[in-house]
């Protein structure tokens, strides 16, 4: 099983590289270029420590027509030795929870004018279902400081994708020239 997982998360690391760096396209041909809910979830195992903070465990995407579904298990203990006493969106969730929780959320990508933006939506700690506007603060005090990305900006896809896709199971990346109108 953990050789299996290697190599599907070696997939999913080599798809991100020419969705990222598409220095193999030749001849103007674009293939699409799909990653597996399998490839993401091996990836996301092998790899959470160095990608999530402290006390974020066991992270599991389901991939839907709609988007994408997640969950993990925080531990708000951890998280709350972890956070600097300035981080409010945290800090209020660290206070209003304890010990390890389940969170699930769902992730959709919507266009806004000629740029995309993901929309984290439905998020549900243990059984109680955390208002937008912590998930936002939350975002902005604690994802964007320490990835240095801002998740609640819209951004632009790269260059040569053309639109993205979601099916039960993956996400295909459509490629090509892009059109300038």
Known sequence: MAQNNRALSQQFERILQVIDKPHALTLGIFPPMIITQAETNAYLHLH????????????????????????????????????????????????VFHGTQPISFHVRLARQDDKHLLLIEHVVVGSTPIPDFMVQMALKSYVKPRYHVDLTQPFDLPEHVTQVEFDPGRIVFYRGEKVTH
């Open 48 to 95: 959470s420590r160095e990608l999530l903070p402290p006390g974020v465990y066991s992270p599991d995407i389901l991939l839907t027509r709609e988007g994408i579904d997640a969950s993990a298990q925080l531990n708000f203990d951890q998280i709350r030795a972890d956070t600097p006493s300035h981080d409010w969106g945290d800090s209020v969730l660290a206070i």
